[in-house]
């Protein structure tokens, strides 16, 4: 394993898409040299590459094998795919999954953890890496330091998190992030049935994002639900008679928001 803090050896990518990307751009600022991409596309892989000045190849066994670090940023499904036919001679290897065990790597490498940034990442959205969580989970007490002085050199928010944990952080991470996103889609449906803009409601997402980022979200909560009106949930459930997917979501997302609140107040 290389001691070098700058991986002069370079570092690998493997994947292209919104998480590698971020990640390789972030990496490249701060001064660290991305020796390859690789990508199942080379379409992906070559238009990445041009944005971090490196080469890039479609094709695993044309994987440099001395570099110093190669993280792996691709959908969960294909880390096992990977972790078997990949090669490398002394350098570390990490992935950036939530919900994949570290033990991933277990009898294959001798060098290995995690490097999880806790964000959703879209490749048309600039994000400022320096307040990203990192989550870092090593095989040896070396490693983790290693790659904590790594995760310091990008973000000031850097943590150690094993693999249960970080399961769990990305299972309340889908909650917040993705089904809340769900939400405002469906609403977006909503307007759009009726010839409403959207634009009308993002002060409200604002204003509802930073509340919950200032207070507890469960003191925060509002609405027709938490309150038990249920003059307001009929009259809902009656506009959505004819969509029943929303229906049983409003029902069902009610329901737990009346129960929560109870809850609480016991």
């Known amino acids: 394993m290389s001691f070098n ?11 292209a898409g919104n998480v590698a990307t971020h990640l390789s751009i972030a990496l490249t600022n701060a001064g660290f040299k991305i ?27 044309q994987i440099p094998v001395e570099a110093d ?13 990977i972790v078997k036919n990949i090669q490398l001679k002394y350098g570390i290897i990490v992935h950036t999954a939530g919900s994949i065990p570290m033990d991933v790597f277990k009898g294959q490498f001798e060098n290995y953890g995690v490097f999880y940034p806790l964000q959703t990442f879209s490749k048309s ?40 944990k970080r399961k769990i952080l990305h299972l309340a991470a889908v909650f917040a992030c993705n089904f809340s996103n769900h939400m405002f889609s469906i609403a977006t449906e909503i307007m759009n049935q009726s010839g409403i803009p959207f634009d009308l409601l993002k002060p409200l997402i604002a204003e ?4 919950a980022i200032d207070t507890d979200p469960e003191k925060a909560q509002t609405g027709p639900a938490v309150r038990n009106d249920q003059n307001v949930i ?7 008679k004819d969509n029943v997917e929303f229906e049983k979501i409003y029902r069902f997302v009610s329901e737990s928001i009346y129960k929560m609140n109870q809850k609480k107040n016991k």
Request: glycine share 2%; proline share 1%.
């Open 208 to 211: 509802t994002a930073q509340k």
């Open 69 to 81: 670090l190669y993280i792996i940023a691709v959908k969960d499904e294909i880390i096992n795919e």
């Open 5 to 15: 803090e700058n991986f002069e050896n370079g570092i690998v990518i493997l994947g």
């Open 125 to 164: 959205r600039n994000i400022d890496y320096s307040n990203i969580p990192i989550c870092i989970e090593s095989n040896t007490q070396i490693l983790e330091e290693k790659l904590v002085k790594l995760a310091k050199r990008l973000s000031r928010s850097v943590h150690i998190v094993d693999s249960e």
């Open 35 to 61: 020796k390859c991409i690789y990508s199942k596309t080379i379409t992906a892989a070559k238009t990445l590459a041009l944005q971090v000045d490196s080469h890039y190849t479609n094709e695993i066994t």
């Open 234 to 240: 009929q009259n809902h459930l009656e506009m959505l």
